[in-house]
């Protein structure tokens, strides 16, 4: 143990007044000063009289009590810190020992010990030992954790640690800080602290020991600036040629100075060393945060010393560190080293190191880590440390999911590609504000050339730019450029209408992206002012510049529906204020030649989605032209209609009735479209011209249906028109009557193979809408009850026979139908979600529908099976009591559908229709989980009773449905209805001999599965127990995620055995599983195991029976199932019968 130094005379820190009475030796005293004898009082040592009466008002006022401890202070009252600290000073220039006894009681209380020294023998006690001490303390739970403690007294004790270690040192730098004692003997204790078991002394203690470096630092810092400047004034003496008194005295004050400062540097090597070398992979990531987190201070505040790799090393390993806190950490300590550009020479090595590291985080697991990484890596483009060949993978980032990440890539381009911020002798302002906007539009072009053929992707690009980018609000700029556009590449033509477009809708409040969530946004009063501005701004911009776009790419479809989509974001308004009414005419009129110049889908929902916008929110006189020219547009439609339809009639080609019927259908998904004899004629063609292409006969169909619709939503509820009803029962039978014949006519077509999927597609959306709109129970006892429709059984079995072979289309055929414009209307999930929609609805009976979709849940891919999870989701709220019968029925046929592929003997489709047949069942067993097992049981039981109902009505034949689709819903049934069934089926095979037949084995598993978990968690009914005390075996207690420890796991040290330095982000989980024997008495456990022994062995003796059919190597003996497959060859005719007289039942 080392000694405390007696106080130097030196080292003793003396008064100011004292000083100056030193100076001024043998001068009387005045009377405002007093004599020195009346200089000091008892109070307050060597103080002067009305100082000391100042400073004692003041902290009285403040809450200081002279009883008070130095715990106490940081504790309750963070003010008085620095009247404590003064106070200690004072104590220690006049008793050491004593002080410094205060100073450890104060640390080891901070660590929540209770522990007492004698300040006659410190100097004789081992640190060891007092910390030995200490951590038995800790180990005998008689320590208090102040640090980590909720309290409100205690919310800033952390805060109060750390400052009143800085008041400390900075108070003790003219004295006892360079006494080689004081700190040092602290440090030894701290140090050791850090290094014991128990964490509340670790995180203390590395509190402590990291705010001594950074203090040390700051005090380093003050010595350095004096250093140089005594440096200065000498060289100023040398360069006079003075060599007196005055060089003498600046040279020992240089040398005492960088005495200090050697003192110091050692200081905070001892620190570094004994404490950050072993904290940094504590266990605890608090602990590594903050030692990593002080560390990065320590590099920017002091880099003569820790700006080396054998320090900056810690901050890359840490990169790697399990905890998301802790990556980032260090992440955002190397930030604020690359930002400063002095230290850039130094860090070459270190960066060479670690800098795939670096890119690699980019794509960190924890999304607020990444966005880090993503900034640290900006740093480092700036600093020319990144070549571009290395940020190739950060650019796949740009459509990234979360939006934190796009955004920081975002920055990351723009600040690299685009401003070319690029640090050299010469600073580039962030902004590029010495280089024009078309400069910067130019770069962002060459980077929009490489999503040219996507517009998703380059709104992706743009979004993700649009906060930093100041060019892409230039509007004038931007339209400039497209007017004037000679040279400007087609591409790069179509890539700036749309950033003006995608630019122009960020401004006012659009997303241009799909938002991960829909929740609604709220702006504030400044922000809608703020959007609104915008489009005055936008509006501004394209007053008179916009007819002259549009003129000037109407005929090209890919800009021109971009251009249209800007009308609804402008403030119409303003075309009447600013007398630019012709202008908006001719905004008009272009918008309505481009209807009729183009037929995509997206060009023609532009134009009519900017027209129906103007005629309803345009200005009073702008409203009468745009409805004037809608009604102009609706009424050369019809014509072109009409005249295309005699054309195909006539022989001609079908184009111009197929485009014109893309028109007519976008226009009536807004508007109804009024034109006598319209849909009789299309009616009529649809029957006169089978030959026709699918596509045409697909949007006839759509506008037919649309038609009737429109008509549906006319008829007023109350008071009906008889007229417009007969219409509409007209309307609607023929289309019936049109959708039943394609229904066959594509079922013929389905069984010769041929390819009708558009159509087909089309057929069952429309039938499924169609019976939506006209289901019974919307117009059930209402004045429009004649309009409720249920279509009768035959006709809904031909729709799901037609559904299926939609659903049975490979993923190669929809990925070759993927570039078609209407893909997401016509797709194997559109259909499913039409059937689906008829069943949640109740739109038709459920007995038939329901079950063959839910049989479907694991045939089609990802998404089938969440349309039907939600399916079966609104059936339980809505329809509980029909869950048994669905359920049921659903498992019936994929039974169904294993036997006939038994009978075919194909293995690889029987294999996979008996997984299809088990998974079927385990999912909807599944359905029943946690409180909804209690809730729902009789439905289960009903299941089950129902099941097992089925299974003997053909036995042994049908009895391996017990094994594939029971047994899942009997596991969540109590042992109590687990007995009922037992005793049914026990009761049917009572007389019966399972070994003479294989068939009988499912029956014997399924029995053995009800015996097994009857007997494993109840014991036997008829047994009533006393209550007795419990003797023997004590009672398990349940696994419990065990709560913050002062001591980590056994064999686990404070030095970390595991390194937290590498792994996974996972932090360790409690899995939690439920044991239902080890909370059972003992004696029922005894009984369970002997009758469950009893059972077996019972089992067992009747197994012993000879069967002549039994043999050695015979593949029954290996599996139930086969065996099953081989009984039910040899039965294969009654099978024939029975499936078709299961057939019948369906059909009934």
Not at 560 to 586: C, G, T
Not at 704 to 722: K, Q, R
Not at 932 to 960: H, M, Q, R, T, W
Request: hydrophobic share 40%.
């Amino acid at each position: 143990m080392e000694q405390v130094a007696v106080p130097s005379e030196t080292s003793i820190r003396r008064p100011k007044r004292a000083r100056v009475l030193e100076q001024e030796e043998g001068a009387e005293p005045s009377k405002s000063t007093g004599s020195p004898d009346d200089l000091f009082n008892d109070d307050d040592d060597f103080l002067p009289k009305a100082k000391a009466k100042r400073r004692a008002a003041g902290a009285r006022a403040a809450g200081w009590r002279d009883d008070q401890t130095l715990i106490d202070v940081i504790k309750h009252n963070g003010k008085l810190i620095n009247n404590a600290v003064k106070r200690w000073v004072e104590k220690y220039e006049t008793d050491p020992k004593s002080a410094f006894v205060d100073l450890l009681m104060m640390i080891f209380e901070a660590c929540g010990a209770k522990y007492r020294l004698d300040a006659e023998i410190i100097d004789d006690i081992s640190v060891d030992d007092v910390v030995v001490a200490l951590v038995d303390l800790a180990r005998n739970g008689v320590a208090e954790d102040y640090y980590n403690s909720k309290q409100k007294e205690l919310k800033n004790f952390k805060e109060n640690l750390g400052a009143f270690w800085e008041a400390l040192v900075l108070e003790c730098q003219e004295g006892p800080l360079f006494d080689k004692a004081l700190f040092e003997r602290c440090m030894d204790y701290v140090i050791a602290l850090s290094c014991t078991p128990p964490r509340i002394y670790r995180q203390v203690a590395t509190l402590i020991g990291v705010q001594l470096v950074t203090t040390y630092i700051s005090v380093g810092k003050t010595l350095i600036q004096q250093r140089e400047t005594t440096q200065r004034q000498l060289n100023a003496e040398k360069k006079k040629g003075n060599d007196g008194p005055r060089v003498e005295s600046l040279n020992r004050r240089l040398q005492a100075t960088h005495e200090k400062i050697n003192a110091l540097e050692e200081m905070m090597r001892k620190v570094f060393t004994g404490l950050f070398m072993h904290r940094y992979r504590d266990i605890e990531p608090e602990i590594r945060m903050s030692c990593i987190r002080a560390l990065g201070l320590w590099i920017v505040n002091y880099p003569s010393l820790f700006l080396q790799d054998s320090y900056l090393k810690y901050l890359g390993w840490t990169l790697n560190d399990k905890n998301a806190l802790v990556r980032k950490t260090s992440v955002l300590a190397l930030q604020s080293i690359y930002e400063i550009d002095d230290n850039i020479p130094s860090l070459s090595l270190f960066t060479d190191r670690f800098s795939k590291r670096m890119l690699q985080m980019a794509d960190d697991i924890d999304i607020s880590v990444a966005v880090s990484a993503i900034g640290l890596l900006k740093l480092l483009l700036r600093h020319q440390l990144l070549t571009d060949d290395e940020l190739g993978p950060l650019y796949d980032l740009l459509i990234d999911e979360p939006p934190m990440i796009r955004r920081a890539i975002g920055e990351l381009v723009y600040d690299h590609l685009i401003a070319q911020n690029i640090k050299s002798s010469q600073a580039v302002s962030r902004d590029g504000d010495g280089e024009p906007s078309e400069v910067h539009i130019g770069r962002l072009l060459q980077i929009l050339r490489e999503f040219s053929d996507d517009p998703v992707l380059s709104a992706y690009v743009i979004d993700d730019i649009w906060d930093d980018m100041k060019a892409v609000k230039d509007w004038k700029c931007i339209i400039s450029i497209l007017n004037d556009d000679e040279g400007l590449p087609d591409t790069d033509g179509t890539n700036l209408v749309r950033l003006l477009n995608a630019s122009a809708k960020k401004a006012v409040g659009e997303r241009i992206v799909p938002a991960i969530d829909n929740r609604k946004q709220y702006l504030t009063k400044a922000q809608k002012e703020a959007l609104e501005n915008n489009r005055k701004e936008i509006t501004s911009a394209m007053l008179k510049s916009y007819p002259q776009l549009l003129g000037k790419y109407v005929a090209d479809k890919a800009k021109v529906s971009p251009l249209i989509d800007m009308l609804p974001l402008l403030k119409l308004e303003m075309y009447s204020f600013k007398r630019q009414e012709q202008n908006f005419k001719a905004v008009m009129d272009l918008i309505s030649d481009a209807f009729f110049k183009h037929s995509e889908k997206a060009t023609l929902r532009s134009c009519i989605k900017a027209i129906v916008f103007c005629s309803i929110e345009g200005p009073a006189d702008l409203q009468d032209y745009a409805q004037s020219k809608l009604n102009d547009l609706e009424s050369e439609l019809v014509s072109k209609l009409k005249n295309a339809i005699k054309e195909v009639e006539a022989g001609d080609d079908e184009y111009s009735l197929l485009v014109n019927l893309k028109r007519l259908y976008e226009l009536q998904l807004t508007k109804p479209v009024s034109s006598d004899g319209l849909f009789e004629d299309m009616a009529s063609i649809l029957g006169s011209l089978p030959e026709m292409e699918d596509e045409v006969k697909s949007f006839l169909l759509l506008n037919m249906h649309l038609s009737v619709v429109w008509s549906l939503h006319a008829i007023d509820g109350e008071n009906p028109d008889e007229t417009s009803m007969e219409t509409l029962l007209s309307k609607r039978n023929t289309l019936f009557h049109q959708l039943y014949s394609f229904t066959e006519t594509l079922l013929d077509a389905q069984s010769e193979g041929r390819s009708t999927s558009v159509l087909s597609c089309r057929v069952c959306i429309i039938t499924a809408e169609i019976w939506c709109y006209f289901k019974n129970e919307k117009f059930f006892s209402t004045k429009l009850q004649c309009l409720g429709y249920v279509p009768d059984l035959p006709i809904v079995q031909n729709f799901w026979k037609l559904c299926e072979g939609q659903l049975t289309i490979s993923d190669e055929t929809e990925d070759e139908e993927a570039n078609q414009e209407y893909i997401e209307e016509t797709n194997r999930d559109a259909v499913m979600i039409a059937a689906a929609k008829l069943v949640a609805t109740n739109t038709i009976p459920k007995g038939y529908l329901g079950p063959e979709i839910i049989s479907h849940i694991t045939h089609h891919g990802v998404s089938t099976t969440e349309i039907i999870k939600h399916l079966i989701t609104s059936l339980k709220k809505t329809s509980t009591e029909e869950i048994p019968f669905i359920f049921l029925e659903a498992l019936k046929l994929a039974y169904h559908r294993y036997m006939t592929s038994v009978l075919k003997g194909n293995q690889l489709e029987i294999g996979k229709a008996l997984s299809d047949c088990k998974e079927l069942a385990s999912r909807l067993s599944g359905t029943f989980v946690g409180a909804a097992i209690n809730k729902n049981k009789p439905e289960i039981i009903k299941i089950v009773k129902d099941g097992v109902e089925f299974a003997f009505s053909d036995a042994p034949y049908l009895l391996i449905f017990l094994e594939l689709a029971l047994i899942p819903f009997v596991s969540k049934l109590p042992s109590a209805d687990v007995l009922d069934i037992l005793k049914d089926v026990e009761k049917r095979i009572e007389n019966v001999n399972m070994n003479e037949n294989f068939a009988w084995n499912p029956c014997s598993n399924f029995v053995a599965f009800l015996r097994e978990k009857y007997a494993k968690n109840e014991t036997i009914p008829d047994e009533e127990e006393k209550p007795v005390r419990r003797r023997g075996r004590p009672r398990k207690v349940k696994d419990v995620p065990p709560a913050k420890k002062l001591f980590e796991e056994p064999g686990v040290s404070s030095e970390e055995e595991v390194d937290p330095v590498s792994g996974s982000d996972n932090e360790g989980k409690y899995e939690h599983e439920d044991d239902d024997e080890a909370y059972q008495p003992l004696i029922n456990t005894i009984r369970s195991a002997a009758k469950l022994r009893g059972m077996r062995a019972q089992h067992q003796q009747s197994g012993s029976q000879p069967s002549s059919s039994r043999k050695p190597g015979n593949p029954a003996t290996v599996c139930p199932i086969f065996a099953y497959i081989l009984a039910a060859r040899a039965h294969s005719s009654l099978l024939h019968g029975l499936f078709s007289n299961y057939s019948s039942e369906l059909n009934k």
